[in-house]
T-cell receptor
Framework: SQQGEEDPQALSIQEGENATMNCSYK?????LQWYRQNSGRGLVHLIL?????REKHSGRLRVTLDTSKKSSSLLITASRAADTASYFC???????????????FGKGTLLTVNP | KAGVTQTPRYLIKTRGQQVTLSCSPI?????VSWYQQTPGQGLQFLFE???????NKGNFPGRFSGRQFSNSRSEMNVSTLELGDSALYLC????????????FGQGTRLTVV
């Protein structure tokens, strides 16, 4: 089963509005990452938040992590048409059974920003 | 600085054949990881190589294998192709390995017919 589950699956907003996407996971993690993918630029790493961090900012992006609820959110402020893409969360957990780390992606949220 | 380069970009193969995909990481990056992306299963981690050694492995059958050369370039091989292997294969390079910031290539679109 999927470790990271994004919510909603799809989101459509107007340019200038804020977009919030959520990610829930099941097990203890080492860190959680957010990625963006569009057809033009492939998969791009946006931000990494460690399990001992609660909030991180990068430009118009704000990520929060609540390890007690096993959830994270990605907020994009003042969205632009160029933000139209699929957004994925990925969890990294230490996995002692054979490999060192287990990396699992969610199914993604498709964000459409209308001009 | 050149980004991650994957070749070829598109590939069509027949069931039962084998295929080799190539990935050249960013200069100085010793970690290369591979991912499979399909509409049904999403993005799945295949394996990671670091300094020519496989360091982490996902949950894929032994038909999927890889290697890394001394210049950090990596190849992924899939033997006895099945229709379900049709996917976008992505590779990523990073300084310290999976779980840290990674830079992805544009991917190789493999179609098995």
């Amino acid at each position: 089963s999927q470790q990271g589950e994004e919510d909603p699956q799809a989101l459509s907003i107007q340019e200038g509005e804020n977009a919030t996407m959520n990610c829930s996971y099941k097990t203890s993690i080492n860190n959680l990452q957010w990625y963006r993918q569009n057809s033009g630029r492939g998969l791009v790493h946006l931000i990494l938040i460690r399990s001992n961090e609660r909030e991180k900012h990068s430009g118009r992006l704000r990520v929060t992590l609540d390890t007690s609820k096993k959830s994270s959110s990605l907020l994009i402020t003042a969205s632009r048409a160029a933000d139209t893409a699929s957004y994925f969360c990925a969890t990294v957990e230490f996995h002692s059974g054979g490999s060192n780390y287990k990396l699992t992606f969610g199914k993604g949220t498709l964000l459409t920003v209308n001009p | 600085k050149a980004g991650v380069t994957q070749t070829p970009r598109y590939l069509i193969k027949t069931r039962g054949q084998q295929v080799t995909l190539s990935c050249s990481p960013i200069s100085g990056h010793r970690s290369v990881s591979w991912y499979q992306q399909t509409p049904g299963q999403g993005l799945q981690f295949l394996f990671e190589y670091f300094s020519e050694t496989q360091r982490n492995k996902g949950n894929f059958p032994g038909r999927f294998s890889g290697r890394q050369f001394s210049n950090s370039r990596s190849e992924m091989n899939v033997s006895t192709l099945e229709l379900g292997d049709s996917a976008l294969y992505l590779c990523a390079s990073s300084l310290r390995g999976i779980g840290t910031e990674a830079f992805f290539g544009q991917g190789t679109r493999l179609t098995v017919v």
